[in-house]
């Protein structure tokens, strides 16, 4: 049966605030180029949105990573399964997450990527849920604080499906 999904994010309302972020970070970075590190697979759509709205210089790379343990909740014990293909040293970092939950993988992440002597290292997330926040993550960058809720679309799946959806929604559980 198909699962019921109802409407959090609109396409417009989602390209309107990349907008406005895209606008912001490009003033912070005035002068500067920029390093955009997006996570797999999560936020592929939200980093190729969020690029094409920022006028510095942009490059890309993309890393995966997974947490150990029950699927469902996140342990903080990280696996990175792709690495990144350039390194970070003396550039400025943008990382690019779709959700920020318990914190615990970013926590990890931006642990293992400050080490790699970039000149900065910041954050962009999609979606913020801060109820849930487990440990102290600073997100530079937020399109939109959420409340608990499992959601899906713009990049984010439930169990690798809806990733395509133009929106974001909530999964109606019976
Ligand atoms: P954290 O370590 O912050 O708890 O977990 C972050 C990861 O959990 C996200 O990158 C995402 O993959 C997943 N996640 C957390 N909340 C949601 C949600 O509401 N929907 C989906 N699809 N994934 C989520």
Do not use: W
């Amino acid at each position: 049966m198909a699962d019921k999904i109802s409407v959090l994010y609109s396409e417009e309302e989602i390209t309107a605030r990349i907008k406005e972020l895209g606008a912001q970070i490009s003033k912070d970075y005035e002068g500067k180029e920029l390093h955009i590190v997006g996570i797999l697979k999560g936020a592929t759509f939200f980093a190729c949105e969020l690029a094409k709205r920022i006028t510095v210089p942009v490059t890309l790379d993309f890393m995966s990573v997974s947490s150990y343990g029950d699927s469902t909740e996140s342990s903080g014990v990280v696996k990175i399964n792709k690495d990144l293909d350039e390194p970070l040293e003396g550039r400025e970092v943008l990382v690019v997450e779709d959700i920020v939950d318990t914190g615990n993988t970013l926590s990890y992440l931006l642990d293992n990527l400050q080490k790699r002597r970039a000149s900065s290292v910041r954050l962009c997330a999609l979606l913020d849920k801060p109820e849930r926040r487990e440990k102290d993550v600073h997100v530079d960058y937020t399109g939109f604080e959420i409340p608990d809720k499992f959601v899906v679309g713009y990049g984010l799946d439930y169990a690798q499906k809806y990733r395509n959806l133009p929106y974001i929604g909530v999964v109606e559980t019976e």
